[in-house]
């Protein structure tokens, strides 16, 4: 009777994921109908840009509440629309902002337990975790629209190195899918955020339109244009090298076509034997530097010494070849 031996390996099919997960290569999800769209380039662009508005935004909640806020940037992403606020509370406090001259709008999204705490602080309150979900009244919103005004002015500070805007408030939700934005479909780019206010962390999101955006991250990731200055320096150090290379002495050698020779007639060589070249009598010889044929001679003598006689160049050879 035959006994089956178990295949050797991971008998469960997880085995490997975890081994790659341990190994900290694990498995990146691609959606093959939505290929990656935002660069390296493009991504660092944001991310220093972004990280500036990030500390401004801290300076303006540290100086509204009068208490001690950090934010830092979390990380620069690419989603759809639809993604992006699926991700997002329930109910939160939505800003639609105009980023003109960039088509389409931002969505600044702050929970709405960090707008209820900031302003308990600067109502004179004590900012407790414990806070009421719920719209504000008309009192409540003209205090955090203040607030809200100064974090789209350091936003346009932000993005000056990218594209100059005038962020404007359009509106506001306190349902993120009511926000229209921009259609479920289309790319954004998110920007997350993490404030810190009296040891609590909240998590702020800035959604912008991506395919508005694409143009002026292109061109501010272009190469700064080279002025007249410098182009004539440039011109010039690159004569200087050309002059320099006119005077490097290289090695030519002057050589007849190769010859084929089996190794039977390599072995029963000797002094004496002829051996039938293929280059043909008429044919000129290769002029050779490294491995590339620049030119064709013929032999010869000058005075005492073997001497060739250019008589064209490698490129002339090869036209006449294709024009025959």
């Keep these: 009777m035959t006994t089956l031996q178990p295949p050797r390996g991971p ?102 337990p960090a707008v209820m705490s900031a302003l308990d602080l600067m109502l004179g309150g004590p900012g407790s975790e414990t806070q009421p979900e719920r719209p504000l009244s008309d009192i409540e919103g003209a205090v955090v629209d203040k607030v809200i005004g100064r974090l789209l002015a350091e936003l346009g500070t932000g993005l000056a190195g990218i594209v100059d805007i005038t962020p404007t408030h359009v509106g506001t939700e306190y349902h993120p899918q009511l926000a229209q934005a921009a259609a479920p479909g289309d790319v954004v780019v998110v920007a997350t ?27 501010a ?5 080279v002025s007249e200055r410098e182009r004539a320096l440039r011109s010039r150090a690159a004569e200087l090298v050309d002059r320099r290379f006119q005077d490097v002495p290289v090695d030519a050698v002057v050589r007849f076509r190769p010859t084929r020779l089996d190794p039977g007639t390599l072995t029963h060589l000797a002094v004496g034997d002829v051996v039938r070249l293929a280059h043909g009598a008429g044919a000129p010889l290769d002029v050779v530097v490294g491995d590339a044929t620049f030119a064709h001679a013929t032999a010869g003598v000058h005075g005492a010494r073997l001497a060739a006689l250019v008589v064209g160049s490698a490129s002339t050879s090869a036209h006449t070849k294709e024009s025959s």
Excluded: N
Excluded at 193 to 219: Q, Y
Excluded at 221 to 225: G, L, N, S, Y
């Design 11 to 112: 008998a469960h099919p997880g085995a490997r994921g975890r081994r790659r997960a341990r190994s900290g290569s694990a498995p990146a999800a691609y959606d093959f109908r939505r290929p990656i769209q935002l660069s390296r380039e493009h991504t660092r662009l944001l991310q220093v840009s972004l990280e500036g508005f990030a500390r401004q935004m801290g300076t303006v909640f540290t100086a509204a509440l009068r208490s001690v806020c950090t934010v830092e940037l979390d990380g620069v992403a690419q989603q759809t629309y639809a993604e992006h606020v699926d991700s997002l509370d329930a109910m939160s406090y939505a800003v639609t902002v105009g980023i003109d001259p960039v088509p389409g709008l931002a969505l600044l999204d702050v929970p709405l």
């Design 221 to 225: 990731a272009a190469p700064a244009a």
């Design 193 to 219: 955020f993490d404030l810190l206010i009296k040891e609590r962390s909240h998590r702020i999101t800035l959604c912008l339109p991506f395919t508005g955006l694409h143009p002026f991250l292109a061109r």
